[in-house]
């Protein structure tokens, strides 16, 4: 069976934390030093779909005054940024009614696109709408790129420009798996496991619900990209059992261990569950009162033109 | 703003992954050309490896990378087995080049995608198509099989193909068939509320289902192509030529009988079925017009051209099929005869003159279909009779075709087909477990190892033929009329011309985009 253990999103996409934090400084020192070197960050994606990256300046004076104004991002500012168009992605995905499964699809696409791309390099508002275009396709769910571009208010153009772009760094990797899948399917093991009567039933609805929101939140942090979908449905559901009381989950996670992985202890599924708690107690969003600095910060590096626009215009509001 | 390629910024840190350049590859020359793109034969530089490429067409695509492309991709991603064309990594050309018709409008993409494919010499059509070749039972026997095992790990895999033909069965020169061209292939769950589109599958290998317009199918649309493409290879033509829709279904139901409430049930449900239903009753004929076949084909056959989609016989219980376990047993890929690689000797003006008498051939073949003049396999006549000495007895006789080599050499080796059958199945012939590295059939080693793509465990499907017929007896391999020089070209990766040539294509559906609802 092609599934999950043979698939690529478990031999390429899983990673240890330390790979992130790699690539994360990685991607945000090259932006760095193309501000410091051209003034400007900003790739832009050609009608044609090839990349065009910024020029070195002519007027050398000029290019030294810009980039002092022009600040980079920090690694945790672009952090902070990618977690707030990751609340957005769920957002748009809300608006439209896309089942959770092109959410998780869409989100894990914009999580493994940054880890190789800055967001200085490439917008993420831009991204995050390919992101979401491309997972409709690929789920089978497919929207028009006009009507997306619509229902938000943005030029579907842009969604296509960077389709190329995005499927390229995803390098076509489109199937993914998400943690929702396996919560349906251990919420149907736990029905046998509970021997259910009616009134355990309606709670076993209740931890299910509570679940899959749990994994809405841990959709947004490194988690999934740093543990299996299995693992992501397990650390939901126990959080919602938490809340909800309706199995002993020590004894469920033995039971499934003993039958699938006879010599794993629980303790290291533990540990991983653990883990992933952690990642979603931590999890902030960003409100677009707490963007407003980075986001300033972010076109001015992108685009010092924009920059000198955007002080004539204020001169002129004040004029 | 525009401008410095990325090289020149000489940056430390270059993403780690994304897509090669096609210039890795030296395309050495186009093998196939289709309405999807066209097909290039080319040689990594790297390694020397020669691989197909298979150009994704990106004009004509309001809606950026076709979805049908999409599709394919993430199926063969993760169709990882030794009957399925593996795609071996995506390339790009970046940059506006230019198409062949200069054209350069709109805000497309103009760069190329390419999916890199391992490099197959033949496909089934070609091969049968081939002048004073004749496929033996043995081999038929064994083409069938890997088809059936092939599509059985789609079908287990929640994959419909929905194009199979034979012009979509590539071989290779290590007696190996795989699946290729998912072009038109989708995922599928038998859970899955949605509809799916009916234009699917060529006309001649298309269901009656489908021609009556149901939207709701699963993997036995693919089954009934199979009976076809079985048919085909036992009678020496394709069996059900029709012209158009209507056409296809009346021919279907002459030879299968019409369909009514007793043999399908529920078949007056079916959207077109009283536009479509035939004035008249017919009777089923598939044992009288094919009465020459063995029994155990006929009795095959007539469990895969079965009506009623939910009575048709699945991949998996075809692969149990007594035909596939009586004498002749279905032979070793690798005793098949080795034919000539079509691409290597011709030049360049050979192939343009080709292409043009193909392009004048498909013309006139589109207002007329013809009914190839292709040999039918060497096998027994009249009775079914399982003495193997009999049957090997009729194999010196060139059907029709003379000055060509005869099928076999004749002399003792038609023994061998005597050989008694081996343990007798249990309840189960296939061993379970057991397989396999989905790895390629010895040709072109596997080289995209970064994808995960060791050995689906233990999947519910037959990984390997049991040992028995594995290492059956051999066909009469040495026999085998060499092809003269002008055969047609024979390796198309879906869509080829030679394709379009042998028959109405899927309706022109793969020009237009499909309508989202119904996929």
Redesign the interface.
Known sequence: ???F????H???WIFVPQDLKE?YK??N??AK??LE?YG?T?V?V???????????QSDVKDNAEKHSRSKPLKIDEEQLLRAFYEFKIQDVCDAFKFPRKIQATALIYFKRFYL??SVMEHHPKDIMLTCI??AC??E?N?V??EELGKGIDQDH?V???N??VV???L?????VYSPYRSIDGFIDDMEDFIYSNNGQLQHLKDLHETAKMVADKTMRTEAPLLFSPGQLALAALRRSNEEHQVVDFERYLNKILSRQHPARPVSELTIYLNAIDQLVNKLVTPTAADMKHIDRKLKYCR?PGSHEKSKKRKHRSKD | MAGAPYGQLNLDESPSWGSRSVDCFEKLEQIGEGTYGQVYMARELKTGEIVALKKIRMDNEKEGFPITAIREIKILKKLQHENVIKLKEIVTSPGPEMDEHGKSGGHKYKGSIYMVFEYMDHDLTGLADRPGLRFTIPQIKCYMKQLLTGLHYCHVNQVLHRDIKGSNLLIDNEGNLKLADFGLARSYSSDHKGNLTNRVITLWYRPPELLLGATKYGPSVDMWSVGCIFAELLHGKPILTGKNEPEQLNKIFELCGSPDEINWPGVSRIPWYNKFKPSRQMKRRVREVFRHFDRNALELLEKMLTLDPSQRISAKDALDAEYFWTDPLPCDPKSLPKYESSHEFQTKKKRQQQRQNEEMAKRQKLQHPQQHARLPPVQQSGQAQAHSQHWAGHNNHPMGNTGQAPLTTGGPSHHQYGKPRGPPGGPNRYPPGGNPNPSVGGYYPDRAGGQGGVGFSSGPYPPQPRAASASGPRGASGGYGVGPPNYSQSVQYGGGSGTAARGPNVAGNRNQPYSWQQQ
Request: net charge negative.
């Open positions: 069976m092609a599934d253990l043979t698939s690529t478990r031999s390429k690539k990685a991607a020192h090259r030093q193309m070197k400007a900003r832009d050609d009608l044609d779909g090839s990349l065009a990256y910024p020029e070195l190789q791309w275009y491309t396709k690929a089978e497919h028009s790129a153009q969604i296509l420009n389709e190329m499927l390229q760094s390098g076509f990797d489109l199937i685009d």
